[in-house]
């Protein structure tokens, strides 16, 4: 919703008669065989989801590109949106070319041999292009272009620091064009790259498809210019032609399971962030405020059926000596003592990380046991686990450390941590002459959408620039791809929140 003109007018795409989206949305169980994926596995369930297209015919005329084109990529003012330059075109007839202007294919066909096959006809690999820029970026790769620039002041042509010829989009065009580049290194792993230029940015192969240096630098554009209204709707409006959809706009977070920073984590398309609110099989979209809290278990684990993807961190531990080892009747237990004798040591017992990023508030409790240390949380603690270091978590429920009961923890509020990733640690400690027995049975983590929790507006900003990028919210917490006619919204921009009333 941030893709501007220099006339700073709001761009919307105009559904022509020949393809119509109703309420967009993605259909129940599209995305159902992604659950419990990761890695390689997981761009393989995105392959067989997305790789079959109902593809325009190449060119101009009725059934072809330049009427898909009409579709996708067109005004409410019959402008046509250019994503290479910042010429103004405007569409004639529909299906007609329009003059200046090319079919660009972002990945070009010669880097797979130049068959005309589907990837030469996929409405997510072309995009209308001012016909000079178009020539100028030739068949390059997509990169950071360092030196050299011959562009147009939209698209730079040129050097990059690796020594390849690149091209460059704009900065409010960068996470965009990451995206696709993601979509077609999955929808057509299955082909055989070809070429300097190809062999500059892919490989060969299922899985990663992209070069390391490629796929890292793409991450890093789409996480800073993220999904908005604009590129929604065009995935919508290309799913209604073609009968596929690009899921790296539909979940943003996708792309960190199949290549980032959580590559060895399931992906659950029903609980991570969808740009529709909620999971990608509700269909969800916007709608109406909701006063009542949703809350999303994220994590939960019966430690005696199950180690929960747990590991063990020892910290100081002496020898051979164990201190975590899981019972099918006790859950996971922490215990120093060993032939006969208490020994001092310290050992962390880490969950696998957890997603609270589409949560603004979130809680946790756990069920657990404590014998031969009164007074517990002297030497045993629960610690909140970021990238960049940890945090003891107070308000404990502690047993008296005198028995086996379990005793249950309470609901401990971990809301500073909604909208991260983290991981819990149980973190033992023992001395020479104190040796805790800690049993711990079960563990589950809530995220949560409160309408409370995001609508008080904060102080340092007097109102949001909508010139800029911004995220958008119902009074749920859930993301909105487009303002409801009336009710309660949220605006997040730089920190900074709004509420208001429609």
């Known amino acids: 919703m941030r893709k501007l003109f220099a006339r700073a007018t709001m761009l919307a795409v105009v559904l022509s008669a020949s393809f119509t989206v109703s309420e967009a949305q993605i259909p129940d169980g599209y995305y ?5 994926k990761k890695g390689a596995a997981l761009k393989n369930a995105v392959y067989e989801v997305i790789k079959d297209a109902n593809v325009l015919s190449y060119g101009s005329g009725s059934g072809h590109t330049w009427e898909g084109f009409y579709t996708t990529d067109r005004t409410d003012e019959n402008m046509v949106i250019d994503r290479y330059s910042y010429e103004e075109h405007y569409f004639g007839n529909i299906g007609s070319a329009v003059g200046g202007m090319n ?16 990837a030469y006809q996929d409405l997510f690999n072309l995009m ?59 929808a057509y792993q299955n082909l055989t790259w070809s070429g300097t230029q190809a062999l500059q940015i892919l490989q060969q192969g299922e899985y990663p498809t992209l070069q390391q240096w490629a796929y890292t630098l793409y991450m890093e554009w789409a996480r800073t210019d993220k999904v908005d209204e604009l590129e929604i709707q065009r995935n919508d409006a ?17 792309m960190e399971y199949i290549w980032g920073d959580s590559v060895n984590y ?15 099989g509700d269909g969800g979209g916007t709608v109406e405020p909701d006063p009542t809290p949703i809350e999303t278990v994220v994590y939960e684990a019966a430690f005696t059926s199950t180690d929960g993807s747990c590991v063990i961190q020892d910290i100081s531990v002496a020898g051979s000596l164990t201190v975590w080892s899981r019972s099918d009747k006790y859950g996971w237990v922490g215990n120093a003592f060993k032939n006969n004798q208490s020994n001092a040591a310290e050992s962390i017992l880490t969950t696998p990380e957890i997603d609270l990023g589409a949560f ?27 990238e960049n270091g940890s945090v003891e978590l107070g308000g404990i429920e502690w047993p008296a450390g005198n028995s086996w009961t379990f005793n249950n923890s309470g609901d401990i509020d971990i809301s500073a941590y909604a909208g991260q990733k983290i991981k819990i640690g149980f973190h033992y400690r023992s001395t020479a002459e104190v ?27 007097s109102k949001p620039d909508f010139s800029r990028p911004y995220d958008m919210f119902d009074a749920a917490g859930r993301k909105l791809r487009s303002a409801p006619q009336k009710g309660i919204v949220i605006i997040r921009q730089d920190g900074n929140t709004w509420k208001i009333k429609k």
């Open 128 to 186: 209308p292009s001012e016909s000079t820029i178009n020539s100028k970026k030739s068949n390059y790769p997509m990169g950071e272009v360092t030196s050299g620039d011959i562009g147009n002041g939209c698209t730079k042509v040129g050097n990059g620091n690796n020594g390849y010829k690149l091209w460059e989009p704009a900065d409010q065009w960068k996470g965009d064009f990451a995206r696709g580049y993601m979509y077609m290194a999955t």
């Open 360 to 386: 603004n508030k979130a809680k946790l409790s756990f069920e657990h046991a404590v014998n031969y240390k009164e007074n517990p949380q002297e030497l045993l603690s629960v610690d909140i686990i970021l």
């Open 32 to 36: 159902s065989s992604l659950k419990g």
């Open 435 to 461: 040796t805790p027995a800690w049993e711990i049975k079960t563990l589950v983590v809530t995220g949560i959408y409160d309408p409370n929790g995001i609508s008080t507006p904060t102080t340092d900003a």
């Open 103 to 118: 079919i660009e294919h972002s990945f070009p066909k010669s880097w797979w041999g130049g068959s005309k096959n589907q």
């Open 238 to 254: 290309v799913y209604a032609i073609q009968g596929n959809r690009n899921p790296f706009v539909d979940f943003p977070n996708l």
């Open 266 to 280: 399931a992906f659950d398309p029903d609980r991570t962030l969808c740009v529709y609110g909620g999971g990608g």
